[in-house]
């Protein structure tokens, strides 16, 4: 046991999340998670009672700095910004949850987070934390940007696709996207209660969410431009997880050889090494339009687990391709990819304290 872990914002939904899995890593040799208030660690994560980790204050972790050697920032957008270059300074590697450090260009960041970036010094250094992709920069990074739920759940669901060049560009990827209420973090909201939320949805941001840009500017290499991404979210009636169903249009010249077992195919091969990347190749056994569940992903079947699942399908007469892609919003959306980052930048197999399977 080696790595030594702070967990920047450990009151939270992803702070938590994260402390319930490095709880159960073999090389993690400690966990320092803050709060600002004087909460009990027991009190606010009751499904880790008697684990032994206590809050401190976030000064007491900067002065703990020699301490460590990775810190995670599970705060709202700002705070990391303002306080990744103390950790680095004292060597301590950063891998931030928010979004301060997902934009390399600071004007960027300002438009879609409505404020100016307080470090844009470490954006060129910051490793954008899709382990699949870039696992070779991860592994040399001193400071990663950990991906949005919905943007990894999407890069994931449509890389192979976009790399195959089979997408009309010149047409918007529409996504409609829905995530579990813990996506709206941990501070009451009167419209996320159970009593509000409990048999509804609770569409929110529609006039462009942020993981749209965040989508654009990380899908571009893919894609080999940036492609328009129209954006649809909302809250589902369930705590955890991340739902998307895109619809791309195929290329015309591309649509007489695309069929539901050619794109199969193509995100198999393409996922072949990935241990947390499952595709749903199951046949299809009945006519056209029959209800055949199984063969798309199944949401519950992520949650709790670090795996993302995708399922595919095309729509000839329109020449739309159809992508269904799920995660836990709180796992591979947040606490599970960051600890798969930790792991390729600490160099441990990037499975460690990850391999289970939903639940
Ligand atoms: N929830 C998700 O599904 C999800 C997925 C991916 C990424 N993220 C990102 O992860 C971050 C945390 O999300 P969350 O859902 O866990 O939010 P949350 O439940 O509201 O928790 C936020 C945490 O940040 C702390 N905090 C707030 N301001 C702080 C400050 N100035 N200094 C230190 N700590 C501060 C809070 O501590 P106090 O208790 O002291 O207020 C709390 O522990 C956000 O940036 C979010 O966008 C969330």
Redesign the pocket.
């Known amino acids: 046991m080696t790595l030594r872990t702070g967990i ?8 938590g999340e994260l402390a319930r899995l490095l709880l159960n890593h073999p090389a993690v040799a400690s966990i320092t998670p ?4 004087g909460e009990e660690f027991d009190r606010v994560h009751p499904n880790l009672l008697g684990c032994g980790l206590s809050f401190v204050a ?1 000064d007491e972790l900067r002065r703990r700095a020699g301490d460590l050697d990775v810190v995670f920032f ?4 700002g ?1 990391a910004m303002r306080s990744a270059s103390f950790f680095l300074d004292h060597g301590v590697k950063v891998i931030d ?3 301060d450090f997902r934009f390399r260009d600071p004007q960027r960041y300002a438009e879609v987070y409505g404020a100016p970036h307080a470090a844009p010094q470490l954006l060129d250094e910051a490793v954008y934390g899709v382990t699949e992709l870039h696992r070779e920069h991860i592994a040399r990074a001193r400071l990663v940007a950990n991906p ?2 919905y943007a990894i759940t999407t890069v994931l669901g449509l890389a192979p696709l976009l790399r195959s060049g089979l997408v009309d560009l010149d047409l918007p990827l529409h996504l409609a996207a829905v995530n579990g209420t ?2 709206a ?3 009451p909201v009167t419209e996320v209660m159970h009593a509000e939320a409990f048999a509804s949805m609770l569409p929110y941001s529609l006039e462009g969410h942020r993981h749209a840009p965040e989508l654009e500017t990380h899908l571009a290499p893919l894609a080999g431009r940036e492609p328009c991404v129209d954006m649809t979210t909302a809250h589902g009636n369930f705590a955890r997880g991340i739902y998307i169903q895109a619809s791309l249009s195929v290329r015309p010249e591309k649509r007489a050889g695309t069929d539901r077992a050619a794109l199969l195919d193509l995100y198999e091969r393409y996922y072949a090494d990935e241990f947390f990347v499952r595709v749903n190749t199951a046949p299809k056994k009945a006519g056209l339009n029959a209800k055949e569940y199984g063969v798309y992903p199944s949401l519950t079947a992520v949650t709790g687990s670090n795996f993302c699942h995708i399922g595919v399908d095309y729509d000839a007469a329109r020449g739309f391709v159809k992508v269904i892609a799920v995660t836990d ?2 796992v591979k ?2 606490a599970g990819s960051a600890i798969q980052n930790m792991n390729v930048m600490a160099g441990l197999d990037e499975r460690t304290g990850l391999h289970h399977y939903g639940l």
């Not at 920047?8 to 702070?15: D, E, K, L």
């Open positions: 920047v914002g450990g009151t939270g939904y992803a702070g803050t709060a600002r208030g976030v599970c705060t709202p957008s705070e949850v928010s979004a949005g739920c813990t996506g973090g941990n501070k919003n709180l959306g947040a």
